[in-house]
């Protein structure tokens, strides 16, 4: 049994950004229009009417300022309302797979490692743009990496999973090292025209790589001291897609082929599980809440964030201790807890415990307990 480190991070961000201002002239100009074009059916009680939104509605109910996105321009337009990312041929790399080379290559970088030092490449993101051959055999080939690859989806604690998964292939000697990558393009899935959720996501890509403590000489390592994770069916945060689609006409185009949640129930819901679990986690490791100096938790909401610190610390967290970058990123699903964990963790001392923790539509909680090196 070997011990096991993140040894390198690394992020791919998009180059376009949308403020809340910018997004919401688009849907209110939507909603205008939408209104107009049903005044009469409005006025006879057939139709509802249509309510704009606001940047100062975005920024109270979610911590959200702005997004990056991969295409910007297709999602502003009011006639539009979603990204164009024209398909590309089978001979050019995916834009997954691109997303995940920029992020990769990155966390090789802070790892001292190259494509002959990786035995295994796991893409772990919520949503996947084909069935197969898997996005991660693409990454490998890409990146010319020799062993295996495999997709996997837990939505957004498909990090948290990932690393585990990788954890356990390492800890057992399957694999010397393993590149975990977390490519999100969560506009893709996101109704642009629904008021109450079409603020949440931006896109991005993350890359942990996951390797042998013995083999391990980047500055940038944790120990990984434990994993632990938790999964509750739920439908209050549901994605309708697939391939059966097309066997059932009467559903295509309907809204739950998109991005669907009650809000509320979840927040209500989700937050003292997630508490709960890494309350448990910290316990059965024989270590205090009190001895954790940061916890990059999962950037869906800032309000969610604020709640679960605060049932485990027993009072408000400070910036420090719980970082923020849902403001300028939004939710990106699984890659928010390690973008937050890649853009703050070079200030920690030496012995420094801290808790990665994503949680998401399942309902999926993942914690990872590590302590940096």
Same mark, same amino acid.
């Given at each position: 049994?070997?011990?096991?480190?993140?040894?390198?991070?690394?992020?791919?961000?998009?180059?376009?950004?949308?403020?809340?201002?910018?997004?919401?002239?688009?849907?209110?100009?939507?909603?205008?229009?939408?209104?107009?074009?049903?005044?009469?059916?409005?006025?006879?009680?057939?139709?509802?009417?249509?309510?704009?939104?606001?940047?100062?509605?975005?920024?109270?109910?979610?911590?959200?300022?702005?997004?990056?996105?991969?295409?910007?321009?297709?999602?502003?337009?009011?006639?539009?309302?979603?990204?164009?990312?024209?398909?590309?041929?089978?001979?050019?790399?995916?834009?997954?797979?691109?997303?995940?080379?920029?992020?990769?290559?990155?966390?090789?970088?802070?790892?001292?490692?190259?494509?002959?030092?990786?035995?295994?490449?796991?893409?772990?993101?919520?949503?996947?743009?084909?069935?197969?051959?898997?996005?991660?055999?693409?990454?490998?080939?890409?990146?010319?990496?020799?062993?295996?690859?495999?997709?996997?989806?837990?939505?957004?604690?498909?990090?948290?999973?990932?690393?585990?998964?990788?954890?356990?292939?390492?800890?057992?000697?399957?694999?010397?090292?393993?590149?975990?990558?977390?490519?999100?393009?969560?506009?893709?899935?996101?109704?642009?025209?629904?008021?109450?959720?079409?603020?949440?996501?931006?896109?991005?890509?993350?890359?942990?790589?996951?390797?042998?403590?013995?083999?391990?000489?980047?500055?940038?390592?944790?120990?990984?001291?434990?994993?632990?994770?938790?999964?509750?069916?739920?439908?209050?945060?549901?994605?309708?897609?697939?391939?059966?689609?097309?066997?059932?006409?009467?559903?295509?185009?309907?809204?739950?082929?998109?991005?669907?949640?009650?809000?509320?129930?979840?927040?209500?819901?989700?937050?003292?599980?997630?508490?709960?679990?890494?309350?448990?986690?910290?316990?059965?490791?024989?270590?205090?809440?009190?001895? @954790?100096?940061? #916890?990059?938790?999962? $950037?869906?909401? /800032?309000?969610?964030?604020? +709640?679960? =610190?605060?049932?485990?610390? %027993?009072?408000?967290?400070?910036?420090?201790?719980?970082?923020?970058?849902?403001?300028?990123?939004?939710?990106?699903?699984?890659?928010?807890? @390690?973008?937050? #964990?890649?853009?703050? $963790?070079?200030? /920690?001392?030496?012995?420094? +415990?801290? =808790?990665?923790?994503?949680? %998401?539509?399942?309902?999926?909680?993942?914690?990872?307990?590590?302590?940096?090196?």
């Amino acid at each position: 049994m070997h011990n096991v480190v993140i040894s390198g991070t690394g992020l791919y961000t998009p180059a376009n950004s949308i403020s809340n201002e910018e997004l919401v002239q688009s849907f209110n100009t939507y909603v205008a229009q939408f209104n107009a074009d049903n005044a009469d059916a409005i006025a006879r009680g057939e139709v509802e009417a249509l309510t704009e939104s606001s940047a100062a509605f975005i920024e109270k109910a979610s911590g959200i300022k702005s997004r990056f996105v991969m295409d910007k321009e297709g999602i502003l337009d009011p006639q539009r309302m979603a990204p164009r990312l024209p398909e590309r041929s089978n001979d050019e790399w995916s834009v997954l797979c691109q997303m995940a080379i920029g992020a990769a290559e990155q966390a090789l970088q802070r790892a001292g490692k190259t494509a002959a030092d990786i035995d295994g490449v796991i893409v772990a993101c919520s949503n996947l743009q084909r069935a197969y051959p898997a996005i991660a055999i693409e990454v490998q080939e890409a990146l010319g990496i020799q062993g295996f690859g495999f997709d996997m989806n837990v939505a957004c604690s498909s990090a948290t999973f990932g690393i585990q998964t990788a954890a356990n292939s390492v800890q057992l000697g399957q694999a010397r090292a393993i590149l975990m990558v977390n490519p999100e393009v969560c506009t893709g899935h996101l109704n642009f025209r629904d008021r109450d959720s079409h603020f949440i996501f931006g896109d991005a890509a993350t890359a942990v790589i996951i390797e042998r403590a013995d083999l391990a000489t980047s500055k940038y390592q944790f120990d990984i001291v434990s994993t632990k994770l938790l999964t509750k069916f739920s439908n209050n945060i549901r994605n309708n897609f697939g391939f059966l689609n097309r066997a059932a006409e009467e559903g295509i185009g309907a809204k739950d082929k998109l991005f669907v949640q009650e809000g509320r129930k979840v927040f209500k819901e989700v937050c003292p599980l997630v508490a709960e679990l890494i309350g448990e986690h910290l316990q059965e490791n024989r270590l205090n809440v009190s001895d @954790v100096k940061r #916890f990059w938790l999962h $950037q869906a909401n /800032l309000s969610m964030n604020h +709640l679960i =610190v605060k049932k485990l610390l %027993g009072r408000d967290a400070t910036e420090q201790e719980a970082p923020v970058i849902l403001d300028t990123y939004a939710n990106t699903s699984s890659a928010g807890s @390690v973008i937050a #964990f890649h853009k703050n $963790q070079d200030d /920690l001392a030496a012995g420094s +415990l801290a =808790v990665l923790s994503s949680f %998401g539509a399942g309902y999926s909680i993942g914690s990872v307990l590590l302590r940096k090196r």
